[in-house]
């Protein structure tokens, strides 16, 4: 059974998280096995954990988890329960005298959006990580994507909902790509095919979606601290060295410039990991270019399967006025 989501590929479960009062959540990718993984930040201002180690000329060569949060660098701590929790079930490094799970994170800004002064912390990461499993589960106003919006740039009381997205793909030769995405852009999201705008920015005027990129060149906009961030995991269940993941990951941000205007400011985290979790072979190109398919269509799905929240109106607002 496939369910069109990140969890087909082999090896890989999620675990979804949220507090929706308090509008943030967290998600969990955890490959239990160990996953090869590199990762390429885009984003000029990122709040990150664990990076580093994934450069290919450093030593660890396997990731048990990665964490994406709300709750920005505050949100960091959720990946602590992801620890706690792999380490209770004896999963991580075997250093000796115990075994340390290796949990790079990423967050992104949901502080203005709820109430600010509630964060995933260790305990919703240990909840998340504890439920991870395969099979389908919800998109939209989901774990890391609860707190997640979009189309800010004519002021937040202006801006549409984003959301957690995921989808997947399989090869004829039975390689299987998957991505999963949370979406909390400054600007406009577009389905990379038709171009349609799905949300963005509302003109608080006409009370319509605006083009992001044509309204920065007329009021001439500055991105606000806090406003944008993309975040995504790719995963695959195929062999890759540490570089070669690290190149996916590059190829995989293309899907972002054809969907987000504008995607990878200065004042956001745009950073995507990519898991190997199989024996499989494919190309790198080949394997990359999925890589972008399956990260546009986790994009808009985070989108389009949103729901409002107070006064943010969703993709499905705008739709039934149609």
Do not use: W
Request: one cysteine or more; hydrophobic letters at 40%.
């Amino acid at each position: 059974m496939t369910y069109g989501n990140i969890t087909d590929v082999p090896g890989i479960k999620v675990g979804n998280v949220e507090d929706t009062e308090a509008m943030t959540g967290c998600s969990v990718i955890v490959s239990e096995d160990g996953a090869v993984c590199g990762v390429d930040i885009r984003g000029a201002a990122p709040g990150t954990r664990e990076t580093a180690l994934l450069n290919p000329v450093n030593a660890v060569e396997q990731v048990h988890a990665i964490t994406l949060s709300g709750g920005s660098a505050f949100g960091l701590a959720a990946a602590d329960g992801v620890m706690h929790y792999l380490e209770e079930q004896g999963i991580g490094l075997d250093v000796g005298v115990t075994k340390v799970p290796i949990v790079p994170a990423a967050i992104l800004f949901d502080l203005a959006v709820g109430d600010g002064n509630v964060r995933p912390d260790k305990k919703m990461g240990y909840q998340a990580a504890k439920q991870a499993k395969k099979g389908a589960f919800t998109f939209g106003n989901v774990g890391a994507g609860c707190g997640a919006t979009v189309g800010k740039l004519t002021g937040m009381e202006q801006c549409m909902k984003g959301g957690l997205g995921s989808a997947s793909v399989e090869l004829e030769n039975g390689v299987i790509i998957g991505a999963l995405v949370a979406v909390n852009a400054v600007g406009d999201i577009r389905h990379p095919e038709s171009g349609e705008i799905l949300a963005g920015p509302i003109d608080p005027n006409t009370q319509q979606i605006v083009d992001s990129i044509t309204y920065m060149q007329k009021n001439q906009s500055q991105i606000s601290l806090g406003m944008n961030t993309t975040l995504g995991v790719v995963a695959a269940n195929v062999s890759l060295t540490k570089a070669e993941a690290t190149k996916i990951s590059q190829v995989a941000h293309n899907a972002l410039a054809k969907t987000i205007y504008p995607a990878h400011t200065m004042l956001d985290g745009d950073t995507i990991f990519t898991l190997a979790t199989g024996n499989k072979r494919a190309s790198v190109d080949l394997i990359g270019a999925m890589a972008v398919k399956v990260v546009e269509e986790a994009i808009v799905q985070a989108v389009i399967t949103a729901n409002s929240v107070g006064n943010i109106p969703s993709y499905k607002t705008f739709k039934s006025k149609k």
